[in-house]
């Protein structure tokens, strides 16, 4: 049978179908996590996501047989364009059965419709921001994913460099191991650098016990210190005012606040930040995408109950304090944590692989490179 290609409808229920073909490509997978279906609904929908302000998107699913067999999402980031010149196009939710004539009708659409927009690449998979997922698997099909990431077939891959798309940017992921000293699980190392810091810059770390204390302290800087510290990564959209408010209302609700480490300077101005949060990929698993009928209780247990994987989500510094040992004031804060909530093991998420001063930090950890990603490129 043929390959239909229909354009879909951005509203929840027509995006409801296209996010549970995500999901249910990879239903007897064990290594895959789903992602929550309201959320990626919510990115989708141009009157709830704040970067459709300034991005365009279409998103398409094939058909055989009236049977969905594959989804793209294709967007356009102006601002991005703008700040790099280029003409580029992204793709994005993109999954598919390993089938070529699915994976052909599926990019022969992302390329016609990058193609009357006047754009001359295809870049993907990226999301609207650094804050979507991004990064197609190409190593690591056999380690469970992150809340973070994306998990895809080792087909994938394959299909992509059989249409033509070559490497664009790397990312590598790392397993850490959590110190377990005899005291506080600090490494020596550190705790010297700490010392060192905190008395050189006056820096010091704070912690918080009301998250409305922090929105109001630091809600709005703490985005503001991503845009600084990020911009210069690759393909980095800047959040607007309007998406900070956003992602504020969104997660400083759910963050565990023993888990965030926050460093200020002698005037509270803040200097860096270090997010953490328990590993979610089991939870998510059984909650399966969805917080009813019991997806809430899953995901509670995920947050606050016994677990021995944490994930770093995210560290930032402040462009001027960068290099200068910051990061060993945030593992001095949160490394103890670590210990007395009995995290076993770290998950670094994504870093590019040319990022050295990332790379450095995992040095006094057991570490291990257990995952690739890839943006790929393609020109139209």
């Given at each position: 049978m043929p390959i239909e290609i229909r354009h879909i409808t951005p509203n929840r229920k027509e995006l409801k179908k296209f996010v549970q073909f995500g999901i249910d490509l990879y239903k007897d997978s064990p290594y895959f996590v789903p992602p929550l279906i309201s959320e990626d609904i919510e990115t989708l929908m141009p009157d709830k996501n704040p970067a459709f302000d300034y991005c365009e998107a279409d998103s398409y699913m094939a058909y055989r047989d009236n049977k969905p067999v594959g989804r793209i999402t294709m967007l356009v980031n102006n601002v991005v364009n703008e700040r790099t010149g280029k003409k580029e196009a992204r793709f994005s939710f993109v999954d598919f059965i390993d089938d070529n004539e699915v994976v052909d009708a599926l990019f022969a659409t992302?390329?016609?419709?990058?193609?009357?927009?006047?754009?001359?690449?295809?870049v993907g998979p990226m999301g609207f921001t650094d804050m979507d997922h991004e990064g197609m698997l190409i190593e690591g099909f056999d380690q469970m994913g992150t809340m973070a990431t994306i998990y895809n077939?080792?087909?994938?891959?394959?299909?992509?460099?059989?249409?033509?798309?070559?490497?664009?940017?790397?990312?590598?992921?790392?397993?850490?191991?959590?110190?377990?000293?005899?005291?506080?699980?600090?490494?020596?190392?550190?705790?010297?650098?700490?010392a060192i810091v905190r008395q050189k810059y006056e820096l010091r770390s704070i912690k918080f016990t009301s998250r409305k204390k922090i929105k109001a302290l630091y809600g709005h800087a703490l985005f503001d210190l991503i845009n600084e510290a990020y911009d210069s990564l690759y393909g980095y959209s800047p959040l607007t005012d309007r998406q900070i408010d956003y992602y504020v209302d969104k997660y400083i609700g759910i963050v565990r606040l023993d888990c965030l480490s926050v460093i200020v300077d002698k005037n509270d101005k803040l200097v860096a930040l270090g997010l953490s949060m328990p590993s979610m990929s089991k939870a998510l698993r059984k909650a399966k995408g969805k917080m009813l009928p019991f997806g809430w209780y899953h995901l509670l247990r995920g947050i606050y109950g016994r677990n021995d994987v944490v994930d770093l989500l995210l560290i930032a510094v402040k462009k001027e304090y960068m290099s200068r040992g910051v990061n060993a004031l945030i593992f001095e804060d949160l490394i103890p944590i670590f210990k007395r909530e009995g995290f076993k093991e770290a998950e670094s998420n994504i870093e590019l692989e040319g990022n050295d001063s990332v790379r450095l930090q995992w040095q006094y950890f057991g570490h291990r490179q257990h995952r690739r990603r890839r943006a790929y490129r393609k020109d139209v």
């Open positions: 992302a390329e016609k419709w990058a193609h009357d927009k006047g754009l001359t690449s295809l077939y080792p087909y994938y891959p394959k299909q992509l460099e059989r249409l033509g798309f070559t490497k664009d940017a790397d990312w590598v992921e790392y397993r850490l191991t959590v110190p377990q000293g005899d005291d506080d699980g600090v490494p020596e190392k550190f705790k010297r650098i700490a």
